[in-house]
């Protein structure tokens, strides 16, 4: 028994060296290796999508003015017309009698001034020869001022009926596109019988929008010394196509909205219709609602960085940050504009520092790093001090890199 209990404790011991000279010999494992991007300034343009409703920039509701049968339509409907282009015809016969009628009670006023006139002469020849009386002259005096009045209402009354007669013409007072007719021919239509037919302008055309005020005071800042000329409109379409024509901030509300904080702004486009298209099928409708993008003219220097390398959490976004010793540190930072490639920092960084774009899943705050600064031309790093080691390729930020495995111990 004592035999066997040496030999056991002499086998124990020698296992336990082993072991140890085992661990002794495994190698510690270095510092993470991740690729790093130097903060550079960058041009960006930057944009802000509203949502925004075309509207025409004139839309007249077209009204019979005076009332009358309707007797024809001189247009197709959703057609362009010009402006003057007869649309309608009411019935002119009753109309062109009452002219008529009009125009002999101008003839019959005329003769009695005209006979006043001469009963007026006579009576002032005899009052000079001491023939007449002052009475007789100052009757005729009157008849001529009567006549002459008669004459006046009896040209204002033909005026106005010549008026109701070009009436029983509508044409259409701007050129634009017309939209479907209310009342059809044969019906009796007066101004109190509603709209015939709508005829809105369509080149160029309006974008309505609203904005919120604190965004309103942000570009008005930004731009304060070229004002609407800083920015430029384009749209997106409800199908998702981009239009291609470029608008013009002109107008800016001058009330707030109470609920909703925000001001209505308006900008010029032009809407033309596609080439070898049809004038009436233009891109852009009355009242149709679009994605106003808000673009700046000129691009503005930030600091950039790529996208990947923004992390989020409760505590807000932040990237880390690699020092000259190596270490990443945690460096919370406030964006800007960014695009799904780049982010653009408004403060937290500045030019020159490097921060971590691959391996993100591999730091911690604190944590020594082999840091490897990206190429941005070839999506590749290189060693940030070591030419001899071999480049890492950069986390594609579509796809989340896996952890890296722990060493086993």
């Known amino acids: 028994m004592r035999g066997i209990l040496t030999a056991g404790i002499f086998g124990a011991t020698a296992l336990a060296v082993l072991a140890s000279g085992a661990v002794a010999q495994m190698p510690a494992a270095g510092p993470p290796a991740v690729g790093v991007a130097v903060v550079e300034p960058s ?41 003057g282009d007869l649309l309608f015809e009411l019935e002119r016969a009753p109309f062109l009698a009452d002219v008529e009628a009009k125009e002999a009670g101008v003839a019959q006023a005329q003769a009695q001034l005209d006979n006043a006139n001469i009963a007026l002469e006579r009576a002032q020849q005899l009052l000079k020869n001491a023939t007449g009386t002052q009475r ?20 204002a009354e033909l005026t106005q009926s010549r008026i109701n007669l070009d009436y029983t013409e509508i044409r259409s007072p701007i050129d634009g596109r017309i939209g479907r007719v209310a009342i059809d021919p044969g019906n009796v239509v007066g101004p109190t019988a509603g709209v015939l037919v709508t005829v809105v302008s369509q080149d160029p055309i309006y974008v309505v929008f609203p904005m919120s005020v604190r965004r309103l005071l942000a570009l008005r800042t930004e731009y304060a010394a070229k004002g609407f000329n800083a920015v430029r409109l384009r749209l997106r379409l409800p199908d998702g196509r981009l239009y291609d024509q470029v608008g013009k901030l002109d107008f800016v509300d001058i009330s707030v909205a109470r609920d909703t904080d925000s001001i209505i702004l308006r900008g010029t486009i032009p809407n033309k219709a596609p080439k070898g298209a049809p004038n009436h099928l233009r891109e852009l409708t009355n009242d149709e609602f679009v994605t106003v993008i808000i673009e ?30 190596n270490v990443a540190r945690r460096r919370n930072v406030k964006l800007g504009q960014s695009t799904p490639e780049v982010a653009s920092v408004e403060s937290g960084l500045k030019a020159g520092e490097k921060v971590v774009v691959d391996g993100i899943q591999r730091v911690a705050d604190g944590r020594t790093v082999n840091p490897q600064i990206v190429s941005p031309n070839t999506s590749s790093t290189a060693p940030a001090s070591d030419a001899n080691v071999p480049p890492i390729p950069l986390a594609n930020p579509e796809r989340k890199s896996k952890p890296a495995r722990e060493p086993k111990k």
Not at 137 to 155: F, G
Not at 297 to 307: L, S
């Open 43 to 83: 041009a960006i343009t930057e944009t802000t999508e509203v949502r925004g409703r075309v509207e025409a920039m004139q839309k007249v509701d077209l009204i019979a003015r005076v009332t009358g049968f309707l007797e024809k339509q001189m247009f197709d409907e959703g057609a362009e017309v010009r402006k």
């Open 296 to 325: 700046g003219v000129e691009p503005r220097k930030v600091i950039a960085v790529p996208r990947v390398a923004i992390v989020t959490d409760m505590q807000g976004d932040y990237v880390f940050v690699v020092g000259d010793d």
């Open 136 to 155: 007789a002259y100052d009757d005729a005096l009157a008849n001529q001022k009567t006549a002459a009045a008669l004459l006046r209402s009896a040209q």
